[in-house]
T-cell receptor, first 112, second 114 residues
């Protein structure tokens, strides 16, 4: 079956530090890959996506590249801000269905 | 304008009761979903509807019964509530039932069963 594995959190960083959150996946066929973000007390928002191998998704300074050879979709940001503190979910959609399979989420805490 | 809305935002009830959560989307999307987020933040699909038709039922107990009166609404009714049903329930929608379309999530309903 499909699955997504994310690094355990929390990830604690100082403002302006470099961020990497690792995500690897197992899926049949050619999945689409997503990063969603959940701010405290809110629903999930799409952060970025990639629908085929070697695509790079980017938004608000965050980037992730769809690597089929390593089945990975790592999230990166060059300089984090306190306002980036949230839970980040890697997810995939595959096998002709649009339902999302999520990783367990990684909490990011950024201090001033 | 709220794209995907859910009511209520909080729901506290006792074991054995029956409750409903309502979801509405004003995006004109064809597909709607219910997800459950447990206390460890893990999210799992429960149901998917496309044009009011049930597409996915991920082995959810039959105490949970979704109903889609029209494309813009997907309600979730839960019978005989159990302690393990305590979670945050998220409704979502997407333009079509296809792997590449983004899903838009509602703000969630926090259900607490005592």
């Amino acid at each position: 079956g499909n699955s997504v594995t994310q690094m355990e959190g929390p990830v604690t960083l100082s403002e302006e530090a470099f961020l990497t959150i690792n995500c690897t996946y197992t899926a049949t066929g050619y999945p689409s890959l997503f990063w969603y973000v959940q701010y405290p007390g809110e629903g999930l928002q799409l952060l970025l996506k990639a629908t085929k191998a070697d695509d790079k998704g980017s938004n608000k300074g965050f980037e992730a590249t769809y690597r089929k050879e390593t089945t990975s979709f790592h999230l990166e940001k060059g300089s984090v801000q306190v306002s980036d503190s949230a839970v980040y979910f890697c997810a995939l959609s595959a096998s002709g269905y649009s339902t999302l399979t999520f990783g367990k989420g990684t909490m990011l805490l950024v201090s001033p | 304008d709220t794209a995907v809305s859910q009511t209520p935002k909080y729901l506290v009830t006792q074991m054995g009761n029956d409750k409903s959560i309502k979801c509405e989307q004003n995006l004109g999307h064809d597909t709607m979903y219910w997800y459950k987020q447990d206390s460890k933040k893990f999210l799992k699909i429960m149901f998917s509807y496309n044009n009011k038709e049930l597409i996915i039922n991920e082995t959810v107990p039959n105490r949970f019964s979704p109903k889609s009166p029209d494309k813009a609404h997907l309600n979730l009714h839960i019978n005989s509530l159990e302690l393990g049903d305590s979670a945050v329930y998220f409704c979502a929608s997407s333009q079509e039932h296809s792997v590449s379309y983004e899903q838009y999530f509602g703000p969630g309903t926090r259900l607490t069963v005592t």
